[in-house]
């Protein structure tokens, strides 16, 4: 399973051009969100909507953050009749592909256009200041900001409480580790919240953290081979338990969990539950889900309505935007302790940091 995760992604960077060309023709609804502003838009009436979708690296079948994407798209498929072409990010690519890629889209008459992580700002407020008439959505930043623009953003710290309380009530050892994909300030989101979670549980625990790349590489974010590495190093180190935010190099942090004996914490999706993780999925107690189908799905029945605004909306735990999952009934037994911590945060008694 995982040389066939490795080689697709060599796949999607040998074939990056083919993947330019390729198209697919055809959570709640009431999702709360915050923060949103001017700039309402109404698709078409008499038109089927087009969508268009821009993945980050590792693309659809990664298993966690584009996966859960391209669900939101697939609902919407199904659910609004959208037709949808998706389009992939190759590994080492400039901005200016990026932007071309954004392009391609705008220019071929889809409308809305959804960019799927961070790594899309700059490309995104450049490109939608060609395209008034296009409506944009970005995925995890706030900085791409226009009329045009929405952006879709998460509590991660939240939902990284959550799983780091689990972390700390799991270990044996007193011992946790933590895997970001890449030095970035979103991933530093993730980091905060997994300690603030695990030292709230135990305050002298041990927690030891690694990230994979730095940027402007970003291929920490698909690269399992460094994921089982760092992860390897943490357990031989003494820990337990390893949460993981690092894309589909996450697949190599499983990996190391189960060479160990060890236990693992998934991310975005519900991964014990996925059939690409099958094989790990007794090492894996929880994950932090990160509910990008929602906000995908949102924007786009947003966008069919006429009630699409620019400017951030933020999916909390209170929103349903973040949570953890119980697949497999690892954590049954500490589910009440964990709640607990959850209604303290939704009531605002505990606030979560940020980094």
Known sequence: MLRNRVSRLAAATAGGAL????????????TTTTGASAGASSAPADAQVKVGLAYDIGGRGDGSFNDAAAAGLDKAESELKVQK????????????????RLRLLASGGYNPVIAVGFAYSGSVAKVAKEFPDVKFAIVDDDAATGDNITNLMFAEEQGSFLVGVAAALKSEKGNVGFVGGVDVPLIHKFEAGFEAGAKAVKPDIKIQSKYLTQPPDFGGFGDPAKGKTAAQGMYDAGA????????????????????????????????????????????????????????VFDFLKNYTTGAVKSGPSVYDLKAGGVDYST?????????????????????????????
């Open 85 to 100: 072409k998706e389009l992939e990010a190759t590994a080492g690519e400039t901005d200016a592909q990026k932007e071309e």
């Open 19 to 30: 993947l330019m060309a390729a198209a697919a023709c055809g959570g709640s609804d009431d």
């Open 240 to 295: 337990d338990v390893v949460y993981q935010a690092a894309g589909g190099s996450g697949a190599g942090v499983f990996e190391a969990a189960k060479a160990a004996n060890a236990m693992a914490i998934g991310v975005d999706s519900d991964q014990a539950a996925l059939p690409a993780y099958a094989d790990f999925k007794d090492v894996i107690i929880t994950s932090m889900t990160k509910k990008v189908d929602v906000a």
């Open 327 to 355: 697949t497999g009934g690892k954590i049954d037994d500490i589910k009440s302790k964990i709640d607990e911590y959850k209604q303290k945060i939704i009531s605002g008694e505990i606030t979560v940091p940020t980094s």
